[in-house]
Structures are given as structure tokens and as C-alpha cells.
């Protein structure tokens, strides 16, 4: 084990038994067969739940549209890259020679993924517990930041974010009838997204009003 790989199990907090682990959570697939895209795959599974169990706890009258809206906060590619900066795991990246070359020690995507790699190691190496503490660790600051209530988000970036974090696709927008003379108009839009049984409708006195008031409509019956 380098000097440097013992840096940054200082940084995480774990030390680990099979550095194995550690070097494959830290290898891009550009580098090696041997590489982190299964620990990837672990490590986002774990993420969901150990982070669903925090938001759970944290948050005891939260409904379940704001606990997935909040879940998605912290575990989306930029949010999970901004730890691997302040990790600065880039300088600890096994990467190809061209995808070094072109950036990848700080990519977001490649950050995100070794982030999620590395909380898969831990978890191989030293079980649940260890796992738990590091997610709450890493998460801390993110936390504080993120609140249940979605009042003060427009209706549309919150149906978004809900969709988004059930891994649906997002909503469409389409301007059904406008009414009234050009300088005082009236726009009815409709909006359509999965899991309604027919498109919300909305109005307002511009598009964007028309398209707040449909999707708040949408959000009432899909939370």
C-alpha cells in the first residue's frame, strides 16, 4: 500500500484489510479489466439505502415524494462529484493513458463513480457499520443544506426531481388554448407526465405561470 493510498484511507476514515479493494475502487475501466464498474454498481445500491435510512430518521413527517426528492439531492452525479473533489480522489485515479490525458482525473462522471466504488469496498471489506459511518461522513455537509420541504422550489424543478428520483421520465409542457388581447393574455397549458391517468391542466398570465400551475397540480396527486 502506497503512502498515498494511506492519505486518503485517512481522509475516509477506514483502513482497509484487503487493499485490493481499495486500488479496484480507484481503477477506471480505460485502465483495466480489473476494474471498478461492479463496485460501482454495489456502491449505488448501498448509497440508496443507507442514505433513505438517514432521511428516514432525520426526517420523521416527511412524506415519501419528499424523502425521494431529497435522496435524489444527495446522490446525483454532481453532487457525489463534488465529495470526490474535496476528496480529491482524481490524484488517486488508475486511469488509460488517454482518458488521462483529456481530463479524467476530474471528471464529474469518473468522480461520482469511484465514490460510489469506494463506499462498495468499504462495505466488502469491513461490513455495514463501517460503510454506515462513511456515508454519513461523506453526506454531513450535503445534509445540512437539503430540507423536506419543497415549498420554497418552483412546482416544476419539485415534479421533476420527484420523477427523476423514481427513475421516470420527465414531464412534457404543451400550450393548449391561449385567450384575450396580445397585451393581456391567458394561457392554459396541459401537462403530461407518468403515472397520471390524464394531463393536469393549468393557466396563468404567461407560459411559464400556466406550466408552475399544471405542475402543481401534477405534484399534488403523484405525492
Not at 23 to 32: F, P, V
Not at 138 to 156: H, I, N, W
Not at 177 to 188: K, L, R, S, V
Request: hydrophobic share 40%; proline share 2%.
Amino acid at each position: 500500500m502506497t503512502a498515498a493510498l494511506d492519505q486518503l484511507q485517512s481522509r475516509i476514515g477506514h483502513r482497509f484489510s484487503d487493499s485490493e479493494l481499495l486500488q479496484r475502487a480507484l481503477t477506471h475501466r480505460s485502465a483495466s479489466k480489473d476494474n471498478n464498474e461492479r463496485l460501482e454498481f454495489l456502491g449505488d445500491a448501498l448509497l440508496d439505502f443507507l442514505l433513505g435510512e438517514v432521511l428516514f430518521k432525520r426526517y420523521p413527517d416527511a412524506s415519501e415524494g419528499e424523502l425521494s426528492r431529497l435522496r435524489a439531492e444527495l446522490v446525483n452525479k454532481s453532487a457525489l462529484a463534488r465529495i470526490g473533489k474535496s476528496l480529491q480522489l482524481g490524484d488517486f485515479m488508475r486511469l488509460g493513458s488517454g482518458e488521462a490525458r483529456s481530463g479524467g482525473k476530474q471528471r464529474d462522471s469518473i468522480l461520482a463513480d469511484a465514490v460510489e466504488a469506494l463506499i462498495a469496498a468499504v462495505y466488502l471489506d469491513a461490513g455495514i457499520e463501517p460503510c454506515r459511518d462513511l456515508v454519513a461522513r461523506l453526506s454531513s455537509e450535503m445534509l445540512e443544506k437539503v430540507q423536506p420541504s419543497g415549498e420554497s422550489r418552483d412546482a416544476k424543478t419539485r415534479l421533476q426531481e420527484l420523477l427523476q428520483s423514481r427513475g421516470q421520465a420527465l414531464p412534457s409542457y404543451e400550450v393548449i388554448d391561449t385567450e384575450g388581447a396580445a397585451h393581456n393574455q391567458i394561457f392554459h397549458v396541459q401537462c403530461q407526465a407518468p403515472g397520471l391517468v390524464e394531463a393536469t391542466r393549468g393557466s396563468g398570465s404567461s407560459k411559464r405561470k400556466a406550466e408552475q400551475a399544471a405542475a402543481k397540480q401534477a405534484l399534488e396527486l403523484l405525492s
